[in-house]
């Protein structure tokens, strides 16, 4: 790690040059993961929707693949907290995209359903979101993709052991 006195003189670049990142956050996954994740949401909001949130389209996927199943068991396929989950649902909710049922045999279980809106929004979202993905994995071989995924998936399960989610 450099010390103050080993830092690199700004005076040595133009005025229009901008620094570089520092090597030593380079080499912290942690900085490389907020960079992405940046990236990700700027693409998004400009590719794909600008009012809805990842979170919540993770929520809509779910619903989608697992209708009327109870709000905490996709909580856990969405990687979402409980009380993270219970308030994406209710802004899904608001908007008329989910409606949530009592289950009948269990009043505390919320079953979850896709709104005809909600389900019209999915589609029209999924759609831009895919060629997001397209636009995100360019250049890369179906391979490179398909090894590029699995290590971001062992990567997530891995960070998600150290700080589980509550």
């Not at 400009?46 to 809509?60: E, H, I, W, Y």
């Not at 779910?62 to 209710?90: H, K, N, P």
């Not at 289950?103 to 279980?109: E, Q, Y």
Request: without cysteine; aromatic residues 6%.
């Amino acid at each position: 790690m450099k010390r103050v006195s080993e830092a690199v003189d700004s005076s040595d670049r133009s005025p229009r040059e901008a620094p570089v990142s520092p090597p030593e956050l380079l080499a912290a996954p942690g900085f490389l993961a907020r960079r992405l994740y940046q990236a990700y949401m700027s693409a998004w909001a400009r590719n794909v929707d600008s009012t809805m949130t990842g979170p919540q389209f993770a929520v809509l996927t779910a619903i989608a693949r697992f209708a009327g199943t109870d709000q905490g068991s996709l909580a856990v396929t969405v990687a979402l907290d409980r009380s993270t989950m219970a308030d994406v649902v209710r802004r899904l909710e608001e908007r008329g995209l989910v409606m949530r049922t009592t289950d009948t045999n269990d009043g505390r279980r919320k079953l979850l359903y896709l709104t005809p809106a909600g389900s019209e929004t999915y589609n029209d979202v999924y759609a831009r979101a895919r060629d997001l993905d397209e636009k995100l994995l360019a250049g890369r071989t179906p391979v490179e993709r398909q090894i590029l995924m699995a290590e971001l998936t062992t990567l997530a399960e891995l960070w998600e052991n150290i700080a589980p989610l509550s």
